[in-house]
């Protein structure tokens, strides 16, 4: 289960929130307008009119049903309205004041013989003009595409930064910023971010890429990478900028799917964009060679997940687009966004065909409307093509990116200066070093450590560092109350040795507990610095809940404490544990490992069999010992690394996981002899505007005989009130246990598609979840307690009852309908379990809760 929110994103929110409590509303007069547009004569509203402010460049269009709104800092007189086949029409402004302005637009008669207007027909796709030419567009992708060639190559150059936005001018007089307002940056007051921003991050990377058409082959040469970096102490640089790229990736409007903040979009280009998009001719531009087509285009339903702007398609016969302009409806369900402005531009090439020159993406994310907010912009440059021009094999080898320079001689602004494809303005040169400034300002280290132990639950001392909290009290029904404190030694005290230990009291057993474990680093970096490569010791004396193996949390988490139904069969674990874990840069990894433990069994857990006479016999002690292997592979993964766990970002591509445990009777007083193998495969499955799915499928063999039950498949159950996703919801702690089985999870967030659709419901920005969770398996005869008396019996209850079982032909399913993105964080599952419902005290119906913050 993972009940923490995700680090980098918490970081972003935080950083919002913080300036939420000193900025407050701006204080400079604004001036809002809004109205409707309509035919003079019919009456009928009139969408996508440009508005916008004579002799600047501020403005917007009308809506689908002819409504617009603009707001102005500045004080203006007039403002402008136009539209294809009208004659235009300016308007007063009154300064300061908010004003309806409603404008009637009268038919230009010059041009009656080349335009019939209709006012506002119904709309559709059959002898539609623009839809035909849409179609046109769609035919011809293929063609136009970088694809089309056996060979493209070209030099990228890209910069992304950040900055705190639509700052009030109270906020940014503070007294704290007295001396640092050379921090702060002045803009255009309608541009995405205000008039205030405080620049907080930038990076700049010039690379060569090779393309390659058979074999399928994207080859990106890092030439040179710069970054504003904060104090390692606090932030995972490395997982920061995966993030920021993830959020602001590559903009192809070729492809069928646009990624924006981790969603996809369907881009107006796609196959299907017809079904799902209103098209409508804007505009001819005579003045370009060839012409060109302005192509306006906005959702059908402007609710889904969907851009609406403006597309300029040449009349050449090959339908290419030259220009783009993305942006997307306020009413969308991507949670945060406050803005979103993505332009893409072609260059006719020496082929004649349109390749990308420059895509910019700009998103502004906040808590509120007028609120102060985080703003972001990715820009990439291209030049350079060579077209259709071979390359030696080994130019395509090895991984996507690899890294190509020195990074000693091309990281100074002497290289940059001539490197970079677009100049830099003074604001962002001076963000590397302002970054640096920063860091020495006392107010901002504390706060950027008080965050980090809100976070990541660990106080920074220096060498050591204290955590993490949420494990400090916690409580069970073996232990009662329980309280535990530790630490770890950081990059301070040296980047290849580490410590880690604790030490927890139960006041109701009145034991005590530990762990101390010791790290060896082989790359000189921090043990969680990707590519890991280290070797460990580690020993532990605790309690454990048998079977439950959970991701991203730790089991004494104080919201752990909280558990339905009995709780009361528990295990102490001995475990002496040696393991070499190393990754390679393709994101294929390998962790080799020797386990020795003893478990004890607790609370009302016994270890008993049968003896020669048929009566029950308690085994007392279980010994084991393990030797062990993993295999990962995780193409193209990114993840942001936190204190405690790796977040992944999660993409689109598959991870693969292979699991080796060999029992080693005899030795170090190991008692079972078997080998266990398991697999596990997960993928995200992108459904454009119908959501996404997260799909796993995991299966399982242990070869062996007489292996007893502790050691066999304990299927993962959850008896909290929290929804665990890799978990059974409605399962019982011990209930089924298995030395074969396979199984199916999948996670279907519809982002939103039907409660969008819901006139009330819609304004809540609510979204569909559904899951399913199906498990087949079984119990050999030899490894059933049943058929060998020697065996370990499986638990009884007080009353002699079995309470674990194993699986027949029937599979073990249940599953969920949910609501996720309530107060844009929290997520409630009606949990509904379909098989084996005679079991004692199972629950066919549950309702969980999970904490998600996404976009």
């Known amino acids: 289960m993972k009940t923490i929110i995700k680090p980098v994103w918490s970081k972003m929110l935080l950083m919002i929130c913080l300036v939420q409590i000193y900025s407050g509303t701006a204080i400079a007069q604004s001036t809002t307008i809004k109205g409707t547009v309509t035919d003079a004569k019919s009456g009928e509203t009139l969408p996508y009119v440009s508005i916008l402010i004579p002799g600047t460049t501020m403005g917007t269009v009308s809506d689908a049903d002819g409504r617009y709104a603009l707001t102005l800092v500045e004080n203006h007189a007039k403002v402008k309205f136009t539209y294809i086949g009208y004659l235009s029409v300016e308007k007063e402004i009154k300064p300061g004041v908010s004003q309806v302005i409603d404008v009637k637009m009268a038919v230009d008669a010059s041009m009656l013989k080349e335009v019939t207007v209709k006012g506002k027909a119904k709309y559709r796709n059959r002898d ?28 990228q150059y890209e910069k ?14 503070k007294r704290i910023f ?61 997982g920061l900028s995966a993030y920021f790229n993830r959020l602001y990736e590559d903009i192809n409007l070729y492809d069928n799917d646009i990624s924006i903040a981790t969603n996809l979009l369907l881009s107006p280009i796609a196959n299907t964009a017809p079904t799902f998009y209103k098209f409508f001719i804007r505009d001819t531009v005579k003045t370009n060679t060839p012409w060109l087509v302005e192509l306006g285009f906005v959702p059908r339903n402007k609710t889904d997940m969907l851009f609406e702007g403006k597309l300029y398609v040449t009349l050449d016969g090959n339908y290419g687009v030259q220009n783009a302009y993305l942006t997307v409806n306020k009413d969308i369900n991507l949670n945060f966004m406050r803005d979103l ?147 770890r030694t950081t990059t301070d005290l040296s980047k290849r040795v580490y410590f880690e230990t604790y030490a927890a009291y139960g006041f109701k057993d009145e034991k005590w507990k530990y762990f101390l474990s010791g790290t060896y680093s082989f790359n000189n970096k921090s043990v969680y610095h990707f590519p890991l490569n280290y070797i460990r010791a580690s020993y532990q004396r605790d309690t454990k809940i048998p079977g439950q193996d959970l991701q991203f949390v730790q089991e004494d988490n104080f919201l752990l404490s909280f558990k339905r139904g009995e709780n009361n069969r528990w295990l102490y674990n001995d475990v002496y544990k040696m393991e ?50 993993e295999l990962r592979y995780a193409p193209n993964e990114q993840f942001y690394q936190g204190k405690l766990y790796r977040t992944p970002i ?80 409605l399962m019982n702690f011990l209930e089924f ?74 599979p073990y399913i249940e599953g969920s309908i949910g609501i996720a993105n309530i107060f844009k964080l929290l997520r409630v599952d009606l949990v509904k379990r379909f098989t084996y419902l005679d079991n004692p005290n199972v629950s066919e119906w549950g309702v969980r809760a999970r904490f998600r913050l996404d976009f």
């Open 128 to 155: 539609n003009p623009a839809v035909q030419l849409i179609r046109e567009v769609i035919a011809h992708k293929d063609q136009n595409k970088m694809a089309s060639n056996n060979y493209v190559e070209y030099e």
């Open 160 to 173: 992304i930064s950040f900055a705190l936005s639509n700052l009030s001018e109270s906020f940014r007089e």
């Open 178 to 238: 007295k001396n640092y307002q050379f921090l702060f940056k002045d803009q255009d007051s309608a541009a995405i971010g205000g008039k205030n921003m405080l620049p907080a991050y930038i990076q700049e990377k010039l690379s060569q890429v090779y393309f390659r058409k058979n074999p399928y082959t994207k080859k990106q040469l890092v030439l040179a990478n710069r970054r504003a970096e904060f104090d390692a102490k606090f932030v995972d640089n490395d």
């Open 341 to 487: 402005e993505a332009h893409i531009e072609f260059e006719k090439g020496a082929d004649g065909r349109y390749h990308l020159n420059k895509t910019s993406l700009a998103m502004e994310f906040a808590l509120g409307e007028k609120n102060a907010g985080f703003y972001g912009q990715r820009i990439v440059n291209f030049k350079n093509y060579v077209i259709n021009q071979s390359r030696p094999d080994s130019i395509y080898k090895g991984p996507g990116e690899e890294i190509a320079y020195n990074p000693q001689v091309r990281t100074g602004e002497s290289f940059w200066n001539s490197a970079r494809h677009i100049p830099l303005d003074k604001m962002e040169l001076d963000i590397y070093k302002n970054i640096d400034t920063l860091q020495t300002i006392p107010s901002f280290r504390r706060t950027m450590d008080i965050s980090t132990l809100l976070l990541s639950g660990y106080k920074s001392l220096g060498k050591v560092e204290i955590g993490p909290v949420n494990t400090f009290y916690s409580f069970n029904p073996i232990e009662g109350f329980r309280l535990r404190f530790g630490g």
């Open 580 to 629: 070499y874990v190393r990754e390679l840069e393709n994101h294929f990894s390998y962790r080799i490992g020797f386990t020795q433990w003893r478990q004890t069994p607790a609370g009302i857990l016994r270890y008993e069999r049968l003896n020669d006479e048929g009566g029950l016999q308690n085994a007392g002690t279980l010994s084991n010992t393990e030797a062990n292997l």
């Open 650 to 729: 999660i993409n689109k591509y598959p991870i693969f996981t292979l699991r080796y445990n060999a029992g080693l009777k005899g030795v170090f007083e190991g008692q079972n002899r078997y080998h266990n193998v398991s697999a596990n495969i997960s993928k995200r499955v992108y459904l454009s505007q119908f959501g996404y799915a997260d799909v796993t499928t995991e299966g399982g063999y242990i070869f062996g005989s007489k292996i007893l039950f502790p050691l066999l498949t304990i299927h993962r159950a959850n008896q909290t009130y929290a929804y665990q996703l890799n978990s059974y919801n």
């Open 737 to 810: 246990v298995s030395d074969h089985y396979a199984s199916l999870d999948v996670q279907y967030y519809m982002n939103g598609f039907l409660f969008n659709k819901i006139p009330l419901i819609k304004k809540l920005k609510l979204r569909e979840v559904f899951s399913f969770k199906g498990l087949m398996g079984g119990l050999r005869d030899e490894n059933n307690p049943a058929m060998n008396p020697s065996l370990y019996r499986f638990p009884m209850d007080e009353n002699g009852k079995p309470i674990t079982y194993t699986l027949s032909r029937e």
